[in-house]
């Protein structure tokens, strides 16, 4: 079964919910668990593995996707554990960092759906 540009949006809010988490952390709204930075427990990783990869592992921008999550989730976490030393406003500077990798997830994204959806 193939893509369709609504499996996209899904995904593109799937990262809009790991952000938003992320910040709620950083301001102290939420704790952090350690499922938020697992890529295997991430819901846009999980979609990748389960339903893109499965259809699309040979494209390019299937391996970059993965690659840029694990980067973000990485960022994410290491954004955390500043936060929980007491390096609260670089924590929170660093966020741009992670907007950085949204921002290359969502370049990754338009390419596959352009080349699977049409």
Do not use: H
């Not at 694990?70 to 929980?84: C, E, I, K, R």
């Amino acid at each position: 079964m193939a893509l369709s540009t609504l499996d996209f949006q899904q995904a593109r809010i799937k990262q809009v919910l790991f952000k938003s988490r992320l910040r709620s952390v950083l301001y102290g709204v939420r704790e952090a668990d350690a499922a938020l930075f697992s890529l295997a427990e991430n819901p846009f990783g999980q979609w990748l593995s389960t339903v893109v990869k499965p259809l699309y592992a040979a494209r390019p921008e299937v391996r970059a996707l993965e690659q840029t999550l694990q980067a973000t989730l990485q960022a994410g976490q290491s954004l955390v554990q500043q936060y929980q030393r007491g390096q609260i406003e670089e924590a929170r500077t660093g966020l741009s960092a992670v907007n950085t990798y949204a921002d290359k997830m969502e370049e990754l994204l338009q390419s596959l759906e352009k080349a699977v959806v049409g």
